[in-house]
């Protein structure tokens, strides 16, 4: 008759199967904990390095306006302060910088930043004003340079209030050249024609003008409405501004340019300013490397 009974040595093989799978199971468990606890700690450091970057960021911006908006109120205190005096406007300005940094640098290094603000360059500048005549210079000509080595400005405006002899010819003023660019104004005893040549395209801006009207070529408008043509940015700079028949009309003008003005500009007639400022500004941590320049300019329109 067959033995029933099991084996010793088969229940010893099947125990340590058993044991293996279990040792197996626990391992992998162990495996998975590991897996888990490393994914989290890694998605928790890249976290807190995104939240501590962006951080560092918003910082470094706000300085940046900070800066701007000092750089900005610096600019105009000078020019309130010692307009005419270029030497003087050059003085207030970096001081006023110098003063600013001082200030901050403390501020910023107590917080673990180190900043640097510095006044890079200033760009001279002149204000040309008449409001008291016509177009023509104070010595006679009619065809005058009344700003040269211009690159920019903030203000060109021209106020036409009257042309006493309707049978003369045009009013131009000239950027560089007449082949390049010129705006004439014409009167046939009734209305005004205000037009705008660009490298030999013609574009008429209005002519149905027919009392006082204003030419803002910042603006880019002809009495008040939009003229595109007026845009110079198609000149390249340098260039001289130029009046031509400039007695035909009577009225008054003003600019902020980038340049000096023309020899027959009286003194009387021009202020000496600054036209912009480049301030340079750094911010460091120890996450983040931030340079920039802020430029001061206001109402600047390129031309």
Request: charged residues 25%; aromatic residues 8%; contains cysteine.
């Amino acid at each position: 008759m067959a033995d029933l009974r099991p084996r010793a040595d088969r229940w010893d093989r099947r125990d340590r199967r058993g044991q293996m799978i279990l040792v197996g199971a626990f391992a992998l468990a162990v495996a998975f904990v590991a897996l888990a606890l490393v994914m989290n700690a890694a998605i928790y450091t890249e976290n807190l390095a995104t939240r501590s970057e962006s951080a560092e960021t918003a910082n470094a911006h706000a300085f940046h306006r900070a800066t701007a908006t000092m750089a900005a109120d610096s600019f105009r205190y000078a020019h309130d302060a010692h307009s005419g005096d270029r030497d003087a406007l050059n003085r207030s300005v970096r001081d006023s910088v110098e003063v600013y940094y001082n200030a901050t640098r403390r501020q910023q290094a107590a917080h673990g930043q180190i900043t640097n603000v510095s006044v890079a360059r200033t760009n001279p500048g002149v204000n040309v004003t008449d409001t008291d005549g016509t177009f023509g210079s104070d010595s006679g000509l009619d065809d005058w340079d009344v700003a040269t080595d211009v690159r920019q400005f903030h203000t060109f405006r021209l106020d036409v209030k009257g042309w006493p002899d309707p049978d003369s010819d045009d009013l131009q003023v000239v950027a560089g050249d007449s082949e390049t660019w010129f705006m004439n104004v014409s009167h046939d005893g009734s209305s005004y024609t205000v037009g705008v040549n660009d490298s030999g395209t013609y574009s008429v801006c209005d002519s149905t003008i027919t009392g006082d009207f204003t030419v803002d070529f910042a603006a880019g408008t002809v009495d008040g409405d939009d003229c595109d043509a007026l845009d110079l940015e198609g000149v390249s700079g340098p260039y001289d501004l130029r009046f031509e028949n400039g007695s035909v009309a009577s009225g008054d003008y003003t600019m902020v340019v980038d340049g000096t003005a023309g020899s027959e500009v009286t003194d009387a007639q021009k202020t000496e300013i600054l036209y912009s400022m480049e301030v340079d500004l750094v911010y460091w941590s120890p996450d983040l490397r931030y340079r920039s320049t802020v430029r001061v300019g206001p109402g600047e329109r390129r031309g």
